[in-house]
């Protein structure tokens, strides 16, 4: 596989996991019975219903069709959540169920975002090197609001420790250039 077809399988990949979270998200959003919690669900359907249409606006751009791909984690991590979410009867349990999946499905895009950002360069595609960066940090954004909801869900649950709830951590790191991420990925042998 080349990198060209690389980048083109995870630009698909995204555009199918896109349509299925416009379906998905609102579903969530309506389960979610914290209003903050409600309001990022809302936010991030607006984001993926954005994100689709940039995803196909790059494909055209690259004069691909869009190819059905295998989103198996995707599909995976909503059977899971609709199997959890129909045994809890608890508000704050359901709440958590609901973040839990926000989260996991936005730690499974993120990567993919990222990737594909890494290979719009790789492959020099000048639109995708200017939308894909963008993307990336509203997922990173995503990301960093769910893990705090989930804190504050975990917390209502009666958690008292950071120990008692798992939550995604992101660090923000500044942007570096190319040379200088080269240089930190293949360091000297003689440093």
Same mark, same amino acid.
């Given at each position: 596989m080349t990198l060209r077809e690389f980048?083109?399988?995870?630009?698909?990949?995204? #555009?199918?996991a896109s349509q299925r979270m416009v379906l998905e998200w609102p579903l969530l959003a309506a389960r979610a019975a914290f209003p903050a919690l409600r309001s990022a669900l809302d936010q991030h359907y607006s984001d993926t219903q954005l994100q689709l249409?940039?995803?196909?606006?790059?494909?055209?751009?690259?004069?691909?069709?869009?190819?059905?791909?295998q989103t198996e984690v995707l599909t995976g991590l909503l059977a899971a959540w609709h199997l959890r979410h129909a045994q809890l009867?608890?508000?704050?349990?359901?709440?958590?169920?609901?973040?839990?999946?926000?989260?996991?499905?936005n730690c499974q895009s993120f990567t993919v975002f990222g990737e594909a950002?890494?290979?719009?360069?790789?492959?020099?595609?000048?639109?995708?090197m200017r939308v894909l960066p963008a993307m990336v940090e509203?997922?990173?954004?995503?990301?960093? #609001?769910?893990?705090?909801?989930?804190?504050?869900?975990?917390?209502?649950?009666?958690?008292?420790?950071?120990?008692?709830?798992?939550?995604?951590?992101?660090?923000?790191?500044?942007?570096?250039?190319?040379?200088?991420a080269q240089a930190s990925a293949f360091p000297s042998p003689l440093t």
């Amino acid at each position: 596989m080349t990198l060209r077809e690389f980048y083109i399988a995870d630009l698909g990949q995204l #555009r199918d996991a896109s349509q299925r979270m416009v379906l998905e998200w609102p579903l969530l959003a309506a389960r979610a019975a914290f209003p903050a919690l409600r309001s990022a669900l809302d936010q991030h359907y607006s984001d993926t219903q954005l994100q689709l249409v940039q995803i196909e606006s790059l494909l055209a751009d690259l004069e691909e069709r869009p190819r059905p791909s295998q989103t198996e984690v995707l599909t995976g991590l909503l059977a899971a959540w609709h199997l959890r979410h129909a045994q809890l009867d608890r508000t704050e349990s359901r709440d958590l169920c609901v973040v839990s999946t926000a989260l996991a499905v936005n730690c499974q895009s993120f990567t993919v975002f990222g990737e594909a950002a890494t290979l719009a360069a790789a492959v020099n595609h000048v639109e995708g090197m200017r939308v894909l960066p963008a993307m990336v940090e509203i997922q990173h954004t995503s990301l960093q #609001r769910l893990g705090e909801l989930k804190d504050d869900i975990a917390t209502q649950l009666g958690a008292t420790s950071i120990t008692q709830w798992s939550t995604v951590l992101i660090p923000v790191r500044s942007p570096r250039t190319h040379a200088t991420a080269q240089a930190s990925a293949f360091p000297s042998p003689l440093t």
